[in-house]
Structure formats: structure tokens, C-alpha cells
């Protein structure tokens, strides 16, 4: 199956590259909405105390010095450091409200530590941070968890990585973007090589297991050849995972990226050209495709579980830790904990007041009904092994899938026509010519798409 893991397919991308969700949920946070509030997360977290589930904690830090022009995540910018203390204090309150409703007993498998920029934070602020969370949550001592943090190189030196080692970081993923100097000029993050690699070198010396690096293409002044000479830079780095996204230009609802000139953005053909070459380089250099965006060196966990059929999605990205219930902290987090989806105030202000006030910051989220969790098993299913049986979902869910989906048939049976899957009466296999879109073929098991503005969603490829 992983030999030839994706084949390039220019008329089937062009007519299944669509806009549409990415999946690291069903059904996605599009969906949630007010009526989700505390007491649905406490109940949640009393069912995940007594089913003793293990942990997923993620942490937001919103805060960055510098913005760059492309981000679409959640954060504060400001050259104040001093602004961290309030949320820090606030974020210490939400870590005491959630862990009081869990047991203790209940290990933290999974920890990531995302922003904003997490290194934002002082060394003494991290030291605090992580003391807490070590406090009223289990921890592992050993090494053995997944304790992941994202880092920008500019913000981040030697003593910085030596400090997150001792902390128990043991995996980084590191933004990166593009190498190309009129490029990071035109999205405002100048960031050479050298720190880079200075960055990379100490988690080598300091034994950090896992190193990821993220690229986007499609940004301003990218060319196919620039872009090629990044990604081979980026090869030389021999990172075990990598996060190749596609840029959406989405101004209207990002205001940083209006600073973009979108005369200066590569045309769509030149985009497909930057990521067909992507795939070629890092093909050739022995990287396997995950899926969505990720690839990952042979040896890697992930491509292990992909093999194995046990790599999971979720708000995380994919991960072999999707049977722990994700706990998000901090402003905008989102956390999945059994059926119930819930997201904290993406408002920092309201996010601090509500905590100020001793109450949770949550203000929408979602509970999944029966119908939710069939389509979820089949999108995990389909988005993480890219193969689908249906006697496992007749089994887990007691349905008979045909029946069950017998208005979609005819849909199916197109993509199978196109060479975008193998349809029988007993699985869908997602074709090498199809691996690059499997968001299409999931979009069709979604129960919620056709009511959406799409414009909401960036594009497949």
C-alpha cells in the first residue's frame, strides 16, 4: 500500500479540488454553537473520570511579538512582555476548575503547547506554567508521553531548548514557512537558515525525540523553483515529520492578511506545480504521505500507526492518541472529551473576565447524536488509513452501511468511475490517485456540507 502511497492526477485534482473542510473534527467546529455550555463540560468530564480515560491536554499561548501576514490562528499581538501575567493567572485558574472534576489517576498521555508564540513566555513563566500543570494533573515522568511545543527560532535559543528538555518537551514543531528572503519580506517574518538549524541542532543534542517542521506554499513572490530550493534546504534539516499546508488567502476574514498584495500570490497552476514538486523531493528523499498536508520518515509513529491501521485525527492533527480525552486550556481551546465538543471564548478579555469571575470561559461547543458518530468513524476511518470497511461500522454501530448511506451510492460509484476510490460491496479504498483529495471523498458523508457557505473552508489542494 505505502510504495506507492500517492500518484499525481492533474485532471482529477482539477475537477475534485474543492473547498471544504479539513476534518480534524466531525462534526466540524462549524457547527457548534451557544447552546453548549459549563455543565455540559462538567458532565463530560465526570463520564471521562469514570470510564478513568487517559489525557490529552492542549494550552494555548495567544501571545506574539511580531505578526506575520498569512496567520489565521488565534493571537494577541504586542511587544509587552508583562501581558502574559494576567492570562497566565487566569490560565492557572482554568487548569484547578477542569482538574478538580478528574481523577488523578488518569494520565496525561498527550500534552501540546501551541499559540501564538508558546516561547512568548519568560523562563521563569514556563517553569511556573508547567509546575502547575504538573500540580493537578498527571504528568508522566518517564519520557514516555507525547509533550510537544510549538517554537518560532526567532524567539528561541539554546538555554530556551535546554529549559523545555528539562520541563519534559520531548517532541517541537518549528514554523518555518519559506527560506526565500523576498518572500518572508512580503508576509513580515524575516527568519534566516542558520537559526533555523541552531534551533534543530540543540533538540538533536538535547535528545528532543521528535522534530516537525511546517511550510506553507502559495504565499506572496513563491515560485515553483524558490519554493523547490526551501524544500530541499528543509531535506537537508532531515525533520522526521513535515506540514505542508496551502495557503488561503482569506482577508475578509483575516485581517492581518490583508497586508498581503494579492497581485504578488502564485496562480493556481503554480501553486499545483509547487506541490507536485513537494511531493516529488520529499518522495524522494524517503518521507511517506500521511495524509492532509503530513508527511513522516518511515520510522515515524505516525506512519507506523498508519500502517497498522490505529493513526487517529483530531483537534491535535493526526495523532495515536485519539482514544484520550482532549482537555483544551486557554483562550479560543477547544477540548473533545467523549461526545462533547466545547470551545473556550476566542475573546481574551471575556475569556480572562469569565475565569475572574471563577467561572469556566466555555461559550460554544456541540454534542454528537447517533447519527454524528457514525460519520465520524467513517471520516476517521477514510482520513487516516484511506480505507474504509463496512463490516466494522455495521459491527461497532449495528447498521447496515448500505442502507444507512444508500443516497450517496451514486456519488461513490462516480468517484470510483473517476479512479478516485475502489468501490465494492464491502469497502472503499482510497486510490493513489485519490490520496491527495481524500477531503472530497470525505465530504460526501458530510451530513452538514450542503448548508454551508464553502467560502468558510479552504481549498483541497
Known amino acids: 500500500m505505502m510504495l506507492d502511497a500517492i500518484r ?9 479540488d474543492l473547498a471544504g473542510p479539513r476534518y480534524t473534527s466531525y462534526p466540524t467546529a462549524v457547527q457548534f454553537n451557544s447552546q453548549v455550555g459549563t455543565f455540559d463540560l462538567f458532565h463530560a468530564l465526570r463520564d471521562s473520570r469514570k470510564a478513568q480515560r487517559p489525557l490529552s491536554l492542549y494550552v494555548h499561548v495567544p501571545f506574539c511579538a ?7 490562528c488565534n493571537k494577541v499581538i504586542t511587544k509587552d512582555r508583562g501581558r502574559a501575567l494576567p492570562y497566565l493567572q487566569r490560565l492557572e485558574q482554568e487548569i484547578q476548575l477542569i482538574a478538580c472534576h478528574l481523577d488523578p489517576a488518569q494520565t496525561v498521555e498527550q500534552l501540546h503547547f501551541g499559540g501564538g508564540t508558546p516561547t512568548f513566555l519568560s523562563h521563569d513563566e514556563l517553569r511556573q506554567l508547567m509546575a502547575h500543570l504538573r500540580k493537578h494533573f ?8 507525547d509533550y510537544g511545543i510549538e517554537i518560532d527560532p526567532r524567539e528561541a535559543d539554546w538555554s530556551t531548548m535546554g529549559l523545555l528538555r528539562e520541563l519534559g518537551f520531548n517532541r517541537v514543531s518549528i514554523g518555518l514557512q519559506d527560506l526565500d528572503p523576498a518572500v518572508q519580506r512580503a ?11 541552531a534551533v534543530i541542532d540543540a533538540a538533536r543534542t538535547l535528545q528532543f525525540r521528535s522534530i516537525n517542521i511546517d511550510l506553507i506554499y502559495g504565499l506572496p513572490r513563491q515560485t515553483p ?13 532531515q525533520p522526521d515529520r513535515l506540514s505542508v499546508f496551502n495557503y488561503a488567502h482569506l482577508p475578509e476574514r483575516f485581517l492581518p492578511q490583508r497586508r498581503i498584495n494579492s497581485n ?3 496562480t493556481p497552476a503554480q501553486k499545483l506545480e509547487m506541490l507536485q514538486r513537494t511531493i516529488e523531493q520529499l518522495t524522494a528523499a524517503g518521507y511517506r504521505y500521511i495524509g492532509m498536508d503530513h508527511f513522516a520518515l518511515p520510522d515515524d509513529e505516525l506512519a507506523i500507526a498508519q500502517e497498522e491501521s490505529t493513526l ?11 482514544h484520550c480525552d482532549l482537555i483544551g486550556l486557554g483562550v479560543s481551546a477547544i477540548s473533545q472529551i467523549g461526545d462533547l465538543y466545547c470551545q473556550n471564548s476566542s475573546d481574551l478579555n471575556q475569556y480572562q473576565n469569565a475565569l475572574a469571575s471563577s467561572q469556566l470561559a466555555t461559550s460554544r461547543g456541540l454534542l454528537c447524536n447517533a447519527d454524528d458518530r457514525v460519520r465520524r468513524a467513517v471520516i476517521q476511518q477514510l482520513i487516516c488509513t484511506f480505507n474504509l470497511e463496512f463490516a466494522q461500522i455495521e459491527r461497532d454501530f449495528n447498521i447496515d452501511f448500505q442502507g ?4 450517496l451510492w451514486p456519488q461513490l460509484q462516480s468517484m470510483a468511475k473517476d479512479g478516485l476510490i475502489e468501490l465494492d460491496s464491502e469497502r472503499i479504498t482510497v486510490l493513489p490517485a485519490g490520496r491527495l483529495l481524500v477531503r472530497s471523498v470525505c465530504m460526501v458523508f458530510d451530513a452538514y456540507l450542503e448548508h454551508h457557505n464553502r467560502q468558510r473552508f479552504s481549498r483541497v489542494i
Open 138 to 145: 498527571n504528568l508522566l515522568d518517564d519520557d514516555s508521553g
Open 404 to 407: 444507512y448511506f444508500g443516497e
Open 225 to 237: 523553483d524558490n519554493f523547490a530550493r526551501t524544500v530541499e534546504e528543509v531535506i537537508n534539516l
Open 312 to 322: 487517529q485525527r483530531n483537534f491535535q492533527g493526526y495523532t495515536t492518541h485519539g
Open 264 to 266: 504578488e500570490l502564485p
Open 8 to 16: 499525481w492526477d492533474t485532471d482529477l485534482i482539477r475537477r475534485y
Open 187 to 197: 508576509v513580515n517574518r524575516l527568519q534566516s537558515l542558520e537559526e533555523t538549524r
Open 66 to 72: 511580531n505578526i506575520c501576514y498569512y496567520c489565521a
